[in-house]
Nanobody
Framework: VQLQASGGGLVQAGDSLRLSCAASGLTFNNYAMGWFRQAPGKEREFVAAISWTGGSTWYADSVKGRFTISRDNAKNTVYLQMNSLKPEDTAVYYC?????????????????WGQGTQVTVSS
């Protein structure tokens, strides 16, 4: 199984970025998908998750209303659209796959992880 995250970069506060995570080696539409992030010196934290079908989504309070998670099962890809970025969004962002109907918010619940993509937001 491989999860390949991409789309990170250096942006200014208020800008937008879209992260992508391409999955291979698994039956993608049998997995809920999540995005997590880890800032320097901090623990990995939940950002967003989406159900198998994409019909249900969940967000951390800190990103609700600014970030949108979506998936394209035909492309085996999950996305994270990030708008109105803030310096506190700076982190390495990871995608993860969880073979459940309703994904959790704890990283230990997820079965597979991508390598991470750096997002840096300058003020």
């Amino acid at each position: 199984v491989q999860l390949q995250a991409s789309g990170g970069g250096l942006v200014q506060a208020g800008d937008s970025l879209r992260l992508s995570c391409a999955a291979s080696g698994l039956t993608f539409n049998n997995y809920a998908m999540g995005w997590f992030r880890q800032a320097p010196g901090k623990e990995r934290e939940f950002v967003a998750a989406i159900s198998w079908t994409g019909g249900s989504t969940w967000y951390a309070d800190s990103v609700k209303g600014r970030f949108t998670i979506s998936r394209d099962n035909a492309k085996n890809t999950v996305y994270l659209q990030m708008n109105s970025l803030k310096p506190e969004d700076t982190a390495v962002y990871y995608c993860a796959a969880d073979r459940v109907i309703i994904p959790g918010r704890r990283s230990e619940e997820y079965d597979y992880w991508g390598q991470g993509t750096q997002v840096t937001v300058s003020s």
